[in-house]
């Protein structure tokens, strides 16, 4: 006789909601259950304290459970245990344990967590690679993401690893705002690196206009110079002529 867990370990529950485990239980024609019992005992700890969740005797293995929020049916050759409200104090590892109808036991284990918020969003850089690498502290499941200027990477700013956590950026030169935004099931949070900025299009034709209109008005303002100079000389002419007239 055997039993396994058929849940992917580790299993972790949003709080507030509803903790489901099912295990199959194998044996043959000749053998037969006299007891399927589901306990919980803390993953840590010098001397953790098992809690029984539930038991389910007798031929018929009707189940009972401890507290109301817990549930257990056997059905078959299959077990499932269920605890409604789950909350953090719920985590721990489980284990459910069936004794056949000579007193020979086998048990399975799985551990049970709470699903974390993501937490602590970080964007640290290698310069000398241009890799921009997000880092999250222990949220469950992180789903990773980034932004340039707040729209998605494309090409021709990067390429996103596999897992999400790094941007090998290859647009030169490396500027502007790139954004790491991390989520899971419960909560979301960024972090973003800055550069130096980046000079648009915009920009470049506003430079250029500028330029242009110094460069007409030093033009014009050496033109009125030469202008003022010429008309200077020839007043200056015309007045020593007519002196040089009342002389003779």
């Not at 605890?83 to 953090?88: N, P």
Request: glycine share 6%; net charge negative; charged share 20%.
């Amino acid at each position: 006789m055997s039993v396994h867990i058929l849940n992917e370990e580790p299993v972790h529950v949003i709080p507030g909601s509803s903790l489901v485990l099912r295990a199959r239980l194998d044996y043959g024609p000749l053998e037969e259950v006299s007891m399927v019992t589901w306990e919980r005992e803390p993953e840590t700890g010098i001397t953790p304290e098992r809690e029984i969740l539930a038991t389910c005797p007798g031929r018929n293995l009707k189940c009972a459970g401890t507290r109301p929020s817990v549930y257990v049916n056997v059905k078959q050759q299959e077990t499932t245990l269920q605890i409604s409200e789950y909350s953090r104090a719920d985590s721990g590892v489980f284990a459910v344990t069936v004794t056949d109808h000579t007193g020979a036991k086998t048990t399975a284990h799985c551990i049970v967590r709470e699903y974390e918020e993501v937490h602590h969003v970080s964007v640290s850089i290698n310069v000398s690679h241009s890799l921009l690498v997000c880092g999250e502290a222990w949220g469950t499941e992180p789903h990773f993401s980034w932004l340039h200027e707040r729209v998605a990477i494309t090409k021709n700013v990067g390429q996103v690893s596999k897992d999400g956590t790094a941007l090998l950026v290859t647009m030169v030169p490396l500027c502007g705002h790139f954004t790491c935004m991390v989520s899971n099931k419960r909560s979301y949070s960024s972090a973003t690196y800055t550069a130096v900025p980046c000079e648009t299009e915009g920009r470049g034709t506003t430079a250029a206009v500028v330029c242009l209109v110094l460069l007409l008005l030093l033009f014009g303002g050496v033109l009125a110079f030469l202008l003022w100079r010429r008309h200077r000389h020839n007043n200056r002419g015309e007045r020593l002529h007519e002196h040089l007239d009342d002389t003779i």
